[in-house]
């Protein structure tokens, strides 16, 4: 690689009449990878392919199935600002209907003809010039850019309980739900109570089953009305897409000004948060269940559980609270530490993600054969922006380590860090460069001043969650969701290490 190269002098440089072509790998075709595929189509890049391991796109909202899945971000702001859905039946909307607006974006775009199915990365390396991509079927690909767009909620954690094999009932986690099996009068146990465990408690509750919730933790729920758009106004959205557009911006503003400034520093935002959540918990009658279900720390500190429902659910006849801790797993059911069994006909682990695991299993190795596993294996994930790794160019991670995935919509920021992307792809059309990957120096730097940044915010008061990373501190963004898309605006060139064609003398 060239020595660095300031953007001063690089656009001096730039052929702006070379118009070069990239070939783009897209690994994923849900939410992320299909915006990046839109983008690129957008930029009249059409050499690219989406490699989506599922048989359909729509990411989580296709792996997931269970009863009560729903996104707990209103449906009119958890869009692409570019694509209102005047169609949403629900102000949280369903699971099956953000599919299907995936499926629609999908065919509108016209993306489908470059994604293929059933096809995930295993081993992608890159050569100096280009990444070699080789799949786990053994179909090898290579292109000039490679974009992870995988996620991080894919990898189901199994709860490491004695005897879970053992269990003579059906047994799943809730990001495989087995549709086969009829939960009508049977004895239920759910494993976990953050936002899965809660809707799955919400809507298994109301049949006619009994529910045995297993909590190691309890969370806080912010009382968030849910409720149905009528046939007129989803009419009236069709017929003024303004409205749409409006409600997008109200969300906007509404997420910003109370959970976005909550979670980073104490205030009135988080008083009103905790308020509302301790008004919430009061709904709770019998006092003995409501002190189990008082948690011990802040609002917010583990991502909050959005539910009207909740509390309501778990004061339902057929539903029991257990408290005490799972000591193994039966054939027959549950044992607790008391000595207690807990007979079960069904057991559903609602007990989260592999979250630091991002676009693993695939190994990325660099020109030097530095595989991205080693390092980050020995430093827990870390990204330049969240989304780019010194010494390994041209790779772009969507949604990596230390964006802002707490409270909000995630399509909101994907959308800045692909136009970012983009930029860096746009230079290398116009013959600006060959390869960027960041410097240590400013990986480092973007570190330091996240750890600076992450005192005063709501995840280091002492909770355990699922942002924690290797070094203790929480793999978010640590200020609020607009900075880091302003952050996002234009690539800082002096960051990256960038090689440059060479130019033909005669
Ligand atoms: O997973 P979680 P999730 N024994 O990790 C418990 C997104 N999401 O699937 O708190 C007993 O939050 C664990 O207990 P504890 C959203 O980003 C979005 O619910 O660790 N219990 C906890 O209660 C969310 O944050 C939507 O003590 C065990 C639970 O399992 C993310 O997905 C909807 C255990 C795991 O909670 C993950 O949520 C749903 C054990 N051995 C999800 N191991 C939207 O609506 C774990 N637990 C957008």
Same mark, same amino acid.
């Given at each position: ?185 049977k004895r239920i146990g759910l494993i976990?109570t953050?936002?899965?465990g809660?809707?799955?408690a919400?809507?298994v509750s109301?049949?006619?089953c009994t529910l045995n919730v297993f909590q ?98 778990m004061?339902?006849?057929n539903v029991k609270l257990v408290t005490e801790?799972i ?6 059911g549950i044992?607790t530490?008391?000595?207690h069994t807990h007979p079960l006909d069904v057991l559903v ?22 595989? %991205?596993?080693?390092? +980050?294996?020995? =430093? ?6 969240? #989304? *780019?790794? $010194?010494?390994?160019?041209? /790779? ?76 203790? %501190?929480?793999?978010? +963004?640590?200020? =609020? ?6 952050? #996002? *605006?234009? $690539?800082?060139?002096?960051? /990256? ?10």
């Amino acid at each position: 690689m060239n020595a660095p190269t300031s953007a001063a002098a690089l656009h001096t440089r730039e052929h702006h009449d070379a118009a070069r072509m990239p070939r783009v790998i897209i690994l994923g075709a849900g939410m992320s990878g299909l915006l990046a595929g839109i983008r690129l189509r957008k930029a009249g890049i059409e050499d690219f392919t989406i490699y989506e391991k599922g048989q359909d796109v729509g990411g989580t909202w296709r792996e997931n199935r269970y009863p009560g899945l729903a996104c707990d971000v209103p449906a009119h702001y958890y869009t692409y600002s570019f694509e209102p859905n005047p169609d949403w039946h629900h102000r949280f909307a369903r699971g099956p209907e953000i599919q299907n607006y995936m499926r629609h974006v999908a065919e509108k775009y016209d993306l489908r003809r470059h994604i293929v199915f059933g096809e995930e990365g295993a081993q992608a390396r890159f050569d100096g010039r280009r990444w070699q991509l080789e799949l786990r079927s053994g179909r090898q690909d290579s292109a000039e850019f490679l974009i992870a767009a995988c996620g991080f909620l894919h990898h189901p954690s199994e709860p490491d309980i004695p005897g879970l094999d053992s269990f003579a009932g059906a047994r799943f986690h809730s990001a495989r739900w087995d549709d086969s099996v009829d939960l009508k009068d049977k004895r239920i146990g759910l494993i976990g109570t953050g936002s899965t465990g809660v809707q799955i408690a919400c809507a298994v509750s109301r049949l006619p089953c009994t529910l045995n919730v297993f909590q190691r933790t309890p969370q806080w729920v912010f009382p968030l009305p849910d409720r149905q758009y009528s046939l007129v106004e989803r009419e009236l959205v069709t017929q003024v897409p303004a409205l749409a557009r409006l409600a997008y911006g109200l969300y906007d503003e509404l997420f910003d000004a109370l959970f976005s400034r909550a979670m980073i520093r104490p205030g009135p935002q988080r008083r009103l948060i905790e308020a509302a959540c301790h008004w919430n918990l009061r709904r709770v009658r019998d006092p003995e269940l409501r002190r189990r279900l008082t948690p011990d720390y802040q609002p917010m500190c583990k991502r909050i559980v959005m539910s009207w429902e909740y509390y309501e659910a778990m004061q339902r006849p057929n539903v029991k609270l257990v408290t005490e801790g799972i000591e193994r797993v039966v054939p027959e059911g549950i044992v607790t530490v008391d000595g207690h069994t807990h007979p079960l006909d069904v057991l559903v682990l609602a007990t989260g993600f592999r979250t630091h695991e991002y676009m693993r299993p695939l190994e990325l190795i660099n020109a030097q054969g530095l595989s %991205l596993s080693s390092l +980050w294996d020995e =430093r827990g994930p870390h990204a330049y922006n969240s #989304l *780019a790794i $010194p010494q390994f160019p041209n /790779f772009f991670l969507l949604g990596g380590p230390n964006s802002p995935l707490a409270n909000g919509s995630v399509i909101l920021y994907t959308e800045a860090l692909v136009d970012y992307v983009m930029q860096c792809i746009d230079l290398y059309r116009r013959g600006a460069l060959d390869t960027l990957a960041p410097t240590q120096a400013a990986t480092d730097a973007f570190y330091d001043q996240l750890r600076h940044d992450m005192d005063g915010t709501v995840w280091v008061t002492g909770c355990q969650n699922w942002y924690i990373g290797k070094d203790g %501190l929480p793999e978010v +963004w640590p200020r =609020r969701p607009r900075e880091f898309n302003a952050l #996002l *605006a234009r $690539p800082r060139l002096e960051d /990256f290490e960038i090689s440059r064609p060479t130019v033909e003398t005669a």
